[in-house]
Antibody
Framework: EVQLVESGGGLVQPGGSLRLSCVAS????????MSWVRQAPGKGLEWVAN????????FSVDSVKGRFSISRDNMKNSVYLQMNSLRAEDTAVYYC??????????????WGQGTLVTVSS | DIQMTQSPSSLSASVGDRVTITCRAS??????LAWFQQKPGKAPRSLIY???TLQSGVPSKFSGDGSGTDFTLTIISLQPEDFATYYC?????????FGQGTKLEIK
């Protein structure tokens, strides 16, 4: 059974840092792109970042460039989101999602339960 | 960036009804579109990818159609568990973008 379990969320002051983790199980982690998606309270979904299988290819939304960094450790079946210089508008539930690619098409198939990040003084 | 616009933003329907949600992309995304269902306090659930292919385990009451810029999600024979918020998302180019969501409520 595919499982994605996020952790690391919490309350942090503006300007602070937080590192989110997502531990995967039930599949060959090193063969999949991975992604972070967030959802501000009462709002819609927003893509945050993707990382390729070896970790050499990273893509992120402009609003987090230079502040957030996605990484992975295939030996630990984990993907991370290092969040620095946090702002109030980063307050959201952060979801880890698996990307499945086949025949030139890539899409999300599994999601974690999410971890809440609250940026407030 | 590719803008994704869903309509309607909210929809009231009765158990047993058939509903259709529309998603429009601001430029051609071929069939690189997915649909998700989300219930309050829960993670999104992947329903459809490549505009019309059902994810494994998703019942055939859900169907997707479209290509280019115009897409639809149709749900037939609505049941209480289908009342949720539905999102489309384009996977054609970065940044991946979602529609604003369509909240499907019980009439």
């Amino acid at each position: 059974e595919v499982q994605l379990v996020e952790s690391g969320g919490g309350l942090v002051q503006p300007g602070g840092s937080l590192r989110l983790s997502c531990v995967a199980s039930g599949f060959s982690f090193s063969t999949h792109w991975m992604s972070w998606v967030r959802q501000a309270p009462g709002k819609g979904l927003e893509w945050v970042a993707n990382i390729n299988q070896p970790g050499s290819g990273k893509f992120s939304v402009d609003s987090v460039k230079g502040r957030f960094s996605i990484s992975r450790d295939n030996m630990k079946n984990s993907v991370y989101l290092q969040m620095n210089s946090l702002r109030a508008e980063d307050t959201a539930v952060y979801y880890c999602a698996r990307i499945y690619c086949s025949g030139g098409s890539c899409y999300y198939d599994y999601w974690g339960q999410g971890t809440l990040v609250t940026v407030s003084s | 960036d590719i803008q994704m616009t869903q309509s309607p933003s909210s929809l009231s329907a009765s158990v047993g009804d058939r509903v259709t949600i529309t998603c429009r992309a601001s430029q051609d995304i071929r069939n690189h579109l997915a649909w998700f269902q989300q219930k309050p306090g829960k993670a999104p659930r992947s329903l459809i990818y490549d505009a019309s292919t059902l994810q494994s385990g998703v019942p055939s009451k859900f169907s997707g159609d479209g290509s280019g810029t115009d897409f639809t999600l149709t749900i037939i024979s609505l049941q209480p568990e289908d009342f949720a918020t539905y999102y489309c998302q384009q996977f054609h180019s970065y940044p991946y973008t979602f529609g604003q969501g369509t909240k499907l409520e019980i009439k």
